[in-house]
């Protein structure tokens, strides 16, 4: 099976502009979850999607967005970025009830000048 | 609140064994996970533990888990050079209602030839 995909893989972005990211999961996972991972704040919980619909939500500005479609594949949106936005960005899926195992894709580095 | 804690830095020599530690906070958490980022990925799921149990082991990685006082370790037998990297424990709290994974600062573990 492959792993979890996500493009791009790097990314530079200058402040103001909005940003969308594409993460492919597992196939036959239906839960993709989005994690930003910084030095100074670690690996911090965006959001999950689960069949089509936000499930939960971390503490992040409405800035932030994500949505999945029909396919499980899902998309995380960042507009008017900011210095602070930069980052790696880690999507995960599982398949529930399985142990409940994610496995996480190589990640998208962003990076806004 | 939610807080993960992990020791920054461990430093072993190949060939010996290295203990991993974490302390987490929410009891209700269905699993406990294990994670290893090495630089420039992704992170790597190593193994899980099921919060009625209190040890697995799993080929040269063996989880205790003290549910009494919200401690989950990770030893490694016969650590090697390529065991270099950062280990993050993760907890899941809500009790299964949601994916959402709550990640430790994350341990660097050195290994000396």
């Known amino acids: 099976k492959a792993g979890v995909t996500q493009t791009p893989r790097y990314l530079i972005k200058t402040r103001g502009q909005q940003v969308t990211l594409s993460c492919s999961p597992i196939s036959g996972h239906r839960s993709v979850s989005w994690y930003q991972q910084t030095p100074g704040q670690g690996l911090q919980f965006l959001f999950e999607y689960f069949s089509e619909t936000q499930r939960n939500k971390g503490n992040f500005p409405g800035r932030f967005s994500g949505r999945q479609f029909s396919n499980s594949r899902s998309e995380m949106n960042v507009s008017t970025l900011e210095l602070g936005d930069s980052a790696l960005y880690l999507c995960?899926?599982?398949?529930?009830?399985?142990?409940?195992?994610?496995?996480f894709g190589p990640g998208t580095r962003l990076t806004v000048t | 609140g939610e807080d993960v804690e992990q020791s920054l830095f461990l430093s072993v020599r190949e060939g010996d064994s290295s203990v991993i530690n974490c302390t987490y906070t929410d009891s209700s958490s269905t699993y406990l996970y294990w994670y290893k980022q090495e630089p420039g990925a992704g992170l790597q799921l190593l193994t899980y533990?099921?919060?009625?149990?209190d040890m697995k082991q799993d080929q040269r990685l063996t989880v205790l888990l003290n549910k009494k006082d919200k401690h989950l370790s990770l030893r490694i037998a016969d650590t090697q050079t390529g065991d270099s990297a950062i280990y993050f424990c993760?907890?899941?709290?809500?009790?299964?209602?949601?994916?959402?994974?709550?990640f430790g600062t994350g341990t660097l573990l050195a290994v000396q030839p």
């Open positions: 993760a907890e899941s709290p809500g009790g299964g209602a949601t994916n959402k994974l709550i």
């Open positions: 533990i099921f919060s009625n149990m």
């Open positions: 995960a899926s599982s398949q529930p009830g399985q142990g409940d195992e994610q496995y």
